[in-house]
Nanobody
Framework: VQLQESGPGLVSTSQTLSLTCTVSGVSITSNYYWTWIRQSPGKGLEWIGYITDSGITDYSPSLRSRTTISRDTSKNQFSLQLNTVTPEDTAVYYC??????WGQGTQVTVSS
């Protein structure tokens, strides 16, 4: 199983952060939680949310109002959109098949 994040590494304040996770080796419609996690500089891991094999989503309460996780089963991908970003959203973003398999992570910097 492999996961690979992709998307812009630099986003401007108030814009939308968009990342895609491409999964290989297993279908995202199989029985797992496909999850986004981030780690800001000097902080621990923060759970952002997930989408299940059946398309059910759940989000961190602190991010729910700005977050959408979706999927494209034809491409075996799931995606993260985080709206109205600020520099506090600067982090390394990871996609995971919770919690066993992780992507390598992608740095996203929000410029002020």
């Amino acid at each position: 199983v492999q996961l690979q994040e992709s998307g812009p590494g630099l986003v401007s304040t108030s814009q939308t952060l968009s990342l895609t996770c491409t999964v290989s080796g297993v279908s995202i419609t199989s029985n797992y939680y496909w999850t986004w996690i981030r780690q800001s500089p000097g902080k621990g891991l923060e759970w952002i949310g997930y989408i299940t094999d059946s398309g059910i989503t759940d989000y961190s309460p602190s991010l729910r109002s700005r977050t959408t996780i979706s999927r494209d089963t034809s491409k075996n991908q799931f995606s993260l959109q985080l709206n109205t970003v600020t520099p506090e959203d600067t982090a390394v973003y990871y996609c995971t098949r919770w919690s066993e398999y992780w992507g390598q992570g992608t740095q996203v910097t929000v410029s002020s």
